[in-house]
């Protein structure tokens, strides 16, 4: 007998109909949880460059500043889409929202947070002074983009894109990421 992925991950929920989570304890993500928090590291990382471009533009020669920012605005945004995304849940299903479901939604939220930590760590080189802070801007920036290049590869996998679909998913989260970049000469200089 062959058994296919889907068989593999697909769950009963009791009713005879499947969903497409990965069984418990299994170490891996379902294909809808894996989605979620891709899209929340792209929206992360996008939000990232972004506070980085308002950022050096405000705080040009305070790189620890702008690492600050960066945390308080994506902790914010966190905690917005939990808030949101709980109330959600509660309408959609006609429930009272358990502990439980909200440890899920804020843990699948998270990497809209995870996704600041690359550029993080560059401006915190540059607040101790590893780096100069346009050095520490310019890094945060560069590690933004290259989150976004792997963003990419993973959806790309994911969705079994082959390599010109890979390339065009790849060129799409860092022709936003150049945009952003373009902003922040824009209103840099």
């Given at each position: 007998?062959r058994?296919?992925?889907?068989?593999?991950?697909a769950?009963?929920?009791?009713?005879?109909l499947?969903?497409?989570?990965?069984?418990?304890g299994?170490g891996?993500l379902g294909?809808?949880?894996?989605g979620e928090?891709?899209g929340?590291?792209?929206?992360g990382?996008?939000?990232?460059?972004a506070v980085i471009?308002a950022g050096a533009?405000?705080?040009?020669?305070?790189s620890a500043?702008?690492?600050?920012l960066?945390?308080v605005?994506?902790g914010v945004f966190?905690?917005?889409?939990?808030?949101?995304?709980?109330l959600?849940h509660?309408?959609?299903?006609?429930?009272h929202?358990s502990?439980?479901?909200?440890?899920r939604?804020?843990?699948?939220?998270?990497?809209?947070?995870?996704?600041?930590v690359?550029?993080?760590v560059a401006?915190?080189?540059?607040?101790?002074?590893?780096?100069?802070?346009?050095?520490a801007?310019?890094a945060?920036v560069?590690l933004?983009?290259?989150?976004?290049?792997?963003?990419?590869i993973?959806?790309a996998r994911?969705?079994?894109?082959g390599w010109?679909?890979?390339?065009g998913?790849?060129?799409?989260?860092?022709?936003?990421?150049a945009?952003?970049?373009g902003l922040?000469?824009l209103?840099t200089?």
């Amino acid at each position: 007998m062959r058994i296919s992925r889907s068989d593999t991950t697909a769950t009963s929920n009791g009713a005879g109909l499947t969903d497409d989570t990965e069984r418990p304890g299994a170490g891996r993500l379902g294909r809808a949880e894996m989605g979620e928090r891709l899209g929340g590291f792209i929206y992360g990382t996008i939000v990232v460059l972004a506070v980085i471009v308002a950022g050096a533009k405000a705080y040009p020669d305070r790189s620890a500043w702008i690492a600050a920012l960066v945390v308080v605005t994506t902790g914010v945004f966190w905690l917005a889409h939990v808030y949101s995304h709980a109330l959600a849940h509660s309408v959609a299903r006609d429930e009272h929202l358990s502990l439980a479901e909200l440890g899920r939604i804020a843990r699948r939220e998270a990497s809209i947070v995870e996704a600041a930590v690359p550029s993080v760590v560059a401006l915190v080189l540059g607040a101790f002074g590893v780096i100069s802070t346009q050095a520490a801007v310019w890094a945060a920036v560069g590690l933004g983009l290259v989150v976004l290049a792997v963003e990419g590869i993973a959806f790309a996998r994911v969705e079994k894109l082959g390599w010109a679909g890979t390339i065009g998913a790849v060129a799409g989260n860092l022709g936003l990421g150049a945009l952003l970049i373009g902003l922040k000469l824009l209103v840099t200089h």
